[in-house]
């Protein structure tokens, strides 16, 4: 199988792949005014992190599909490429993202529910609906009106099905990395199908499965692989030592 075939044609010329998908050196520079206010070097992953888990915890509250809470993570990642978290409040950037991506994968709910639904995540949450609407064209600005995100669900069975690991738990595996990915910054930086490559190596290592031969006759950039899922080990270090739950 060739990744072309596990790929919409048109991503190739959308502008996920045209905009948004970014070099490490420009990610760098993210977040500059957060910095000084850092100590540790893992502060600002461990930040993204926790927000991300906010994403999660608000879309399954407010009854999503993970895709949709996919989306919005991206959004609120590209977001703070160009700003800080210390001028623009992360709870209600996050909450905008997700309200702006039901509406982009037609799951659209009011955007009043997402306020009272953040507020029960977080009580001292003080935005309501106005501000949420207000914050989109923000959000909308920042994104370019770049709405379209392509996700390496869709190639994760197709790999799967090729490799020859059809067990249920596999797939399984694999798509749990995959949701695992969106609290990295792997999206800014790889096409989606590099990324679900990555989650099938990992859960094949997982697995004790042998796609050796699996991946050297692929017709893809295979470091791109290996350093994905380096971000992806990193990721659950990180966890281990803050004390989160991971996504078995």
Not at 186 to 201: F, G, K
């Amino acid at each position: 199988v060739t990744f072309l075939s596990c790929m919409a044609s048109n991503y190739w010329a959308s502008t996920h792949h045209t905009k948004w998908v970014l070099d490490k050196k420009r990610l760098a520079t993210s977040n500059a005014k957060d910095r000084p206010h850092l100590q540790g070097p893992d502060d600002l992953r461990i930040l993204s992190i926790h927000f991300c888990m906010m994403i999660q915890k608000l879309g399954e509250g407010m009854r999503l599909r993970q895709r949709v809470i996919a989306t919005a993570t991206v959004y609120f990642k590209r977001f703070f490429v160009n700003n800080s978290y210390v001028d623009c409040e992360p709870r209600l950037v996050l909450t905008t993202c997700l309200y702006l991506a039901s509406k982009v994968e037609e799951c659209t709910t009011q955007a009043k529910k997402f306020a009272l639904k953040m507020k029960e995540i977080d009580p001292n949450f003080p935005y309501e609906m106005n501000h949420i609407l207000e914050c989109e064209y923000y959000v909308l600005e920042e994104l370019e009106l770049s709405l379209l995100v392509f996700h390496p669900y869709r190639a994760l069975p197709v790999y799967v099905n090729d490799a020859s690991c059809t067990e249920k738990d596999f797939l399984d595996c694999a798509w749990n990395i995959a949701n695992d990915s969106y609290m990295t910054d792997v999206s800014l930086l790889y096409p989606p199908h590099i990324i679900a490559l990555a989650c099938v190596y990992l859960a094949a290592t997982m697995r004790d499965k042998d796609l050796r031969q699996w991946f050297a006759d692929l017709q893809v950039e295979i470091k791109d692989v290996w350093e994905v899922a380096q971000e992806l080990l990193d990721l659950y270090s990180i966890l281990e030592r803050v004390n989160e739950p991971l996504v078995k």
